[in-house]
């Protein structure tokens, strides 16, 4: 096994910011509504992580920092510099250094945006999720279609670079609705856009009521099959293809930090639930924290470590993470460093199947998704992984 897979990769930080204001009705994420936070106090924690991890990762370059959540963009603009100047402190930065934060689209949170910017951000994820105030109202958001495209100007004046959300095959949605609010979008975006599908998860408030029969209006498979189409063919049309299964973006705008994801490298997770994988004397570890925030602000506090579980990935389980995430890019997955990680290559008979079915192509080294293969990604890696 390579010791030095990751660098395939990359290396990146990603810091968990887990309060909301409110708790959208389609959100499985590791979020909660708080009214106050002792931000120094949280503070305090953040900045000692990141100090444990250094230690341990002495030497290596940082190409990413990413603030996600819960809703990052109700933090302190201090806070974000202090958790920054400690990064740069910490670890050698790449010379295409990306600092992305998640932010909602509200007045309050885009009052913060030049402080988020001078801080060392250097690139915004909103949250619009819709361009129309009644679908707002029914995805829980708290913001209007105004706010969302007002503070969607203020952050492009202010950040090199600015992405936003949509979902789509939402309640009483239509493939034409899905076409028009889509050209609205375009107009709007910059250089990268996130286009999800509505999946209603257990565990949320749209799953509890799907599950009573309360979530009326859901578009059926075709429908939802034609809104992807649409997606792919006027993103690709506007100059804006997808470079993964839901994301698209112009030529070199692509999410840096997610690509380290994707790409199977090394990524630090540092907050309350954040998963981590770390390679560290030559053995990739999977790293867990509680999920709880108070749990998890106590143990660093307490015991000077955030990490609930670390433990080693076999092999075999390497080589199957990185084919579920490089399948999910448009450049594909490399065959030799599957084999390298697994011990053996992928079943040739079983590729080839897949290839005469047109779901997969290759070149030299190299297999990808087709076009009619990426909508059925995970039925593809079954077919290889079992």
Not at 42 to 58: H, M, N, P, Q
Request: with cysteine; net charge negative.
């Amino acid at each position: 096994m390579d010791a030095e897979d990751w660098q395939n990769g990359g290396f990146g930080l990603y810091l968990h910011w887990p309060f909301c204001l409110a708790k959208c009705p389609y959100c499985d994420f590791n979020s909660h509504v708080a009214s106050h936070v002792d931000q120094a106090r949280w503070k305090a924690a953040f900045l000692s992580e990141i100090k444990r991890y250094g230690v341990i990762t002495k030497g290596r370059t940082l190409n990413t920092v990413f603030f996600g959540g819960g809703t990052p963009s109700l933090m302190d603009p201090d806070l974000v510099h202090a958790m920054l100047e400690e990064v740069r402190a910490t670890w050698r930065v790449s010379n295409s250094f990306e600092v992305t934060l998640e932010a909602n689209p509200t007045s309050v949170e885009a009052s913060r945006f030049a402080g988020f910017r001078d801080a060392g951000v250097n690139r915004v994820s909103m949250g619009i999720q819709a361009l129309n105030d009644v679908d707002l109202k029914r995805l829980g958001r708290m913001h209007s279609v105004k706010e969302g495209r007002d503070a969607y100007d203020i952050a492009r004046n202010l950040f090199e670079r600015v992405s936003f959300d949509l979902i789509y095959a939402r309640q009483h949605q239509t493939p034409e609705d899905w076409r028009k609010e889509l050209q609205q979008a375009l107009t709007m975006a910059i250089d990268h856009l996130s286009l999800y599908q509505l999946t209603v998860e257990d565990g949320t408030a749209f799953g509890d009521r799907h599950a009573i029969g309360r979530l009326p209006g859901l578009p059926a498979d075709d429908s939802a099959a034609e809104m992807y189409d649409i997606t792919q063919d006027l993103a690709e049309a506007a100059g804006m293809p997808a470079y993964e299964t839901s994301n698209h973006a112009r030529d070199m705008a692509e999410s840096r930090h997610n690509l380290i994801y994707w790409r199977y490298g090394d990524y630090i997770g540092i907050g309350p639930g954040a998963h981590g994988r770390l390679t560290l004397n030559g053995q990739r570890c999977a790293t867990e924290t509680a999920m709880q925030p108070t749990t998890w602000l106590r143990q660093v506090e307490t015991e000077g470590q955030g990490e609930r579980i670390r433990e080693p990935i076999s092999a075999e389980d390497q080589a199957t993470e990185y084919l579920m995430l490089s399948l999910r890019l448009v450049e594909g997955s490399s065959l030799s460093r599957f084999r390298a990680l697994r011990g053996e290559a992928l079943p040739s008979e079983r590729l080839e199947t897949l290839m005469d079915l047109g779901l997969l192509e290759q070149s030299d080294d190299t297999i990808r998704a087709t076009k009619a293969g990426r909508p059925v990604l995970n039925a593809i890696l079954r077919e290889l992984l079992t």
